[in-house]
């Protein structure tokens, strides 16, 4: 894989340009992702927050849920923060009716499980696999979803440390796959970005 | 940063705001308009006893909806849900906040409670989207502690021309701010009627610290996309939807356009066929003292 590889940012809603400034500071190209087209000229992609129910509806429609299921079951290595969590969960709780993922994370994932925006949080988490993993990341969590459960081939990276929502799982990853409840698009610090790039370097 | 659990933190808060990009907020006003809105791919819903048409139609004075209509709404979807209050009542603001819905608009289509003050909205956990004719008045609602700015275009209209003349506003006075030299930002701050910090962060990044989202008279596709292309992050439409022929069709139609709105092959697919558009009245026709845009200050 090439040194400097290019990343997608599926662009059908949410949190698109805080992901392509942090692919920028993160050693990697950024780029858009509306089309068939410009899904087939990436390496990678990241799926940022936003509604997952508003992403799944328009992938749909546009006709871009196959394709991005087919790429990554090609093996294309695949990022969500929050909204993304969820479009790359393989299992849903709280979905509104009908809705679908991407899938390919042997998890189930329940939307907005620390409950509305007055219940949205920051807090410092430890991530496993990222630079200096004991200096805590900032963890800011809007509507967030929690993982409840995870498969064997899911490896949990990070959990709340304290507080009445101790010990919920708000990272995972498989070979390809990465997902957080939280955005690390949101904040300055490049190590989850830093960690995909690795992960795509390395597909 | 520590592990412990903060909310109501400005970073939750426009980050909540930054969520909400290139999507779309509809009014609603009751459960089944919410459960519409959310199948056809809406960000948000407002949730409000009369949408800006009706309110413009019946006259009087206009509030804060029923605590159980708001209830109802946000137990029958899971996208967020906002809801209004009047300029300056920070008490229907408390209430909002206790019944737990996830965004306030301190909004000019309801009558206002306060002629001379808005809501000291760093007091409060839940985050406040205000409106604003220009780049002065949105800096002020900032330092007010709002997280998220609109234009406020002439809402229950059609009419999207003041929504135009806003966003431009908005947009040619950033510009301005960002190609002064650093001793022209202290009067630029004074004229602009805004706190010289706020004015001299425009004037370092190019842009507003929080997303600017579009409001009021959008009617179509083609409006919301006109509205992006113009800058907005994000669109609220008001009666627009619900005041059309074919509700469900329409608000997929403007979701759609709202992703693409720079593929005009697709704004135009999806402008056919929707059927009658909400009767229009253009702002002009309006006598001044009705204006909704001079409401806030």
């Not at chain 1, 679908?100 to 329940?110: A, R």
């Not at chain 1, 101790?166 to 997902?179: H, K, P």
């Not at chain 2, 009014?27 to 819903?45: H, L």
């Amino acid at each position: 894989m090439l040194s400097v590889p290019t990343i997608g940012v599926l662009a059908i809603q949410g949190g698109v340009r805080e992901h392509l400034l942090a692919l920028d500071i993160s050693g990697a190209r950024g780029t858009l992702v509306k089309t068939l087209g410009e899904l087939n000229g990436v390496d990678a992609l990241i799926i940022p927050g936003g509604e997952s129910s508003t992403m799944d509806k328009l992938a749909r429609t546009f006709e871009l849920m196959e394709p991005l299921r087919e790429a990554r079951a090609s093996g294309m290595p695949m990022f969500g923060s929050c909204a993304g969590m969820i479009m790359l969960a393989d299992r849903i709780v709280g979905a509104i009716e009908g809705q679908e993922s991407v899938g390919g994370l042997d998890i189930t994932v329940e939307r907005n499980a620390f409950g509305g925006q007055t219940q949205s949080f920051e807090t410092g988490i430890v991530i496993d696999g990222i630079r200096d993993p004991e200096h805590e990341f900032e963890g800011i969590f809007i509507r967030a979803p929690w993982v409840v459960a995870a498969g064997e081939s899911t490896e949990v990276i990070a959990k709340i440390s304290s507080g009445p929502h101790e010990g919920r799982i708000v990272g995972v990853r498989s070979d390809t796959l990465m997902a957080t409840s939280f955005h690390p698009e949101l904040t300055a610090d490049p190590r989850v970005h830093e960690l995909f790039v690795e992960m795509v370097r390395n597909s | 940063m520590s592990s412990e659990i903060s909310t109501g933190t400005s970073r939750v808060k426009r980050g909540m705001a930054e969520m909400l990009k290139g999507g779309v907020i509809m009014d609603v006003v009751n459960v089944e308009q919410a459960k519409i809105a959310e199948d056809a791919g809406a960000v948000a819903v407002m949730a409000l006893e009369r949408v800006p048409a009706d309110i413009r139609a019946e006259g009087g004075v206009s509030r804060m909806s029923d605590p159980d209509m708001i209830d109802a709404i946000r137990g029958a979807v899971s996208i967020p849900v906002m809801a209004k209050v009047r300029i300056g009542h920070f008490a229907e603001a408390q209430i909002l906040e206790s019944l737990g819905v996830d965004y306030i608009d301190e909004s000019e289509v309801l009558s206002p409670a306060d002629y001379a003050n808005h809501i000291d909205k760093w007091k409060f956990t839940v985050p406040f989207v205000c409106g604003a004719t220009n780049l002065g008045e949105a800096l002020r609602r900032l330092t007010e502690g709002a997280a998220m700015i609109r234009s406020k275009g002439e809402a229950g209209t059609g009419d999207v021309s003041n929504a135009v003349t806003h966003m431009r506003k908005i947009r040619s006075e950033v510009l301005r701010l960002s190609s002064m030299a650093p001793d022209e930002l202290f009067v630029a701050a004074k004229e602009l009627q805004a706190p010289y910090d706020l004015v001299a962060e425009v004037a370092r990044t190019g842009s507003l610290p929080t997303v600017l989202f579009t409001a009021g008279g959008i009617a179509t596709p083609a409006d919301a996309a006109l509205m992006m292309q113009l800058g907005a992050d994000g669109v609220f439409v008001g009666s627009g939807i619900f005041k059309s022929g074919n509700p469900a069709e329409r608000a997929n139609a403007v979701v759609q356009a709202t992703m693409h709105y720079d593929n005009p092959d697709v704004v135009a697919k999806v402008s056919r066929g929707l059927g009658e558009a909400m009767v229009g009245i253009n702002v002009a026709d309006i006598p001044v003292h009705h204006r909704l845009e001079d409401r806030g200050w």
